[in-house]
Nanobody
Framework: QVQLVESGGGLVQAGGSLRLSCAAS????????MGWHRQGPGKKREWVAT???????NYADSVKGRFTISRDNAKNTMYLQMNSLKPEDTAVYYC????????WGQGTQVTVSS
């Protein structure tokens, strides 16, 4: 099992930026893909982005061009750089890792004011 801890959430004005981090510990092995989901108020959880062990990335259309996912395998840490934030980006952001199963972090709140 892998433990994930997110950090970096907060309150920001529309147009601003935030950088989320997700630190992983436990049974991590090379090849593990990681990523982010989010759940806004009154909304279903939605996928945001994924990054493979080798660094290949995929993004939801709603964040493409504004968010950048990256990872440092030596530090077992993943990042989500969020630029040009919009009020509709307000959500709890959860990181995940795919090993033998899918493990999730506890979430970090991102609030974008208009």
């Amino acid at each position: 099992q892998v433990q994930l801890v997110e950090s970096g959430g907060g309150l920001v004005q529309a147009g601003g930026s935030l950088r989320l981090s997700c630190a992983a510990s436990g049974s991590i092995f090379s090849g593990s893909a990681m990523g982010w989901h989010r759940q806004g108020p009154g909304k279903k959880r939605e996928w945001v982005a994924t990054i493979t062990w080798g660094g290949s990335t995929n993004y939801a259309d709603s964040v493409k061009g504004r968010f950048t996912i990256s990872r440092d395998n030596a530090k077992n840490t993943m990042y989500l750089q969020m630029n040009s934030l919009k009020p509709e980006d307000t959500a709890v952001y959860y990181c995940f890792i795919i090993t033998h199963s899918v493990d999730w972090g506890q979430g970090t709140q991102v609030t974008v004011s208009s």
